[in-house]
């Protein structure tokens, strides 16, 4: 059983785009440079994975991927999430993977045992496993077995819509519902439920300690 983690990273200069209006351009490069290390880092605590791979069109992305030791496809031409994600799905199973984790980069609550214990639904033969955000419109992880199983559909509504690529293809199905799963940092509202919910240390490891959450004009 070989299991790759995919990564899809935004340009960081893009990423967080509606945080804008309290976080500067510069702010959210940080944040964003900063969730993907520890993202990188929670991955590789985690024994079922056994490659990383980031998947991204921004340099800084994939140099701090480089400086983990992980691998890395440069993600070219049109920007399209689900396409770079077929892609790199392609590559895995290339190298004989059995299965990949798609997982987003902004989960800030994820710790390895989070994740272990999402692995550990895997009953074997076609599955996929997803966990969906906390409004249960979006997917903020997705394993998929083989890493062919269905057509990435990552966008508005994914949760429901990869349900139903999953039920079309014939495969098993669990959904884990879980907090730390749950919150992704996309709004406001986020950072000000990470904020209530969690210690000081992670928000200052994401240089959020000091944030006030209130309307700042980005000129970036």
């Known amino acids: 059983m070989s299991l790759w983690a995919i990564i899809p990273v935004k340009p960081f200069s893009k990423g ?14 940080l944040l964003n440079s900063t969730m993907l290390s520890r993202t990188i880092r929670i991955l590789k605590a985690v024994k079922e994975i056994h490659h990383i ?36 799905a392609i590559v895995a199973k290339a190298y004989s993977a059995n299965a990949v984790l798609v997982i987003p980069s902004d989960l800030p609550l994820l710790v ?11 009953k074997g033969g076609m599955e996929m496993i997803i966990a969906p955000d906390r409004r249960k419109e979006g997917t903020n992880a997705l394993y998929l077995s083989p890493p062919d199983l269905i057509e990435f559909k990552f966008g508005i ?15 098993q199905i669990s959904i884990f519902d879980n907090f730390n799963f749950g919150l992704d940092i996309d709004i406001s509202q986020d950072l000000e439920i990470l904020k209530s919910v969690h210690n000081a240390t992670l928000l200052e490891e994401l240089m959020l300690d000091d944030l006030i959450i209130s309307p700042h004009q980005d000129n970036g």
Request: charged fraction near 25%; include cysteine.
């Open 112 to 122: 390895p045992s989070d994740i272990s214990s999402f692995l550990a639904r895997q």
């Open 53 to 88: 791979v980031v998947v991204s069109r921004d340099s800084s992305a994939l140099s701090i991927a480089h400086n983990f030791e992980v691998k890395t496809i440069q993600e070219e031409g049109v920007i399209d999430l689900n396409r770079a994600l077929e892609r790199a």
């Open 16 to 29: 967080k785009s509606r945080l804008s209006a309290i976080l500067t351009v510069e702010q959210r490069i």
């Open 157 to 171: 509504n994914s949760f429901k819509l990869h349900i139903e690529e999953a039920q079309r293809c014939g495969a």
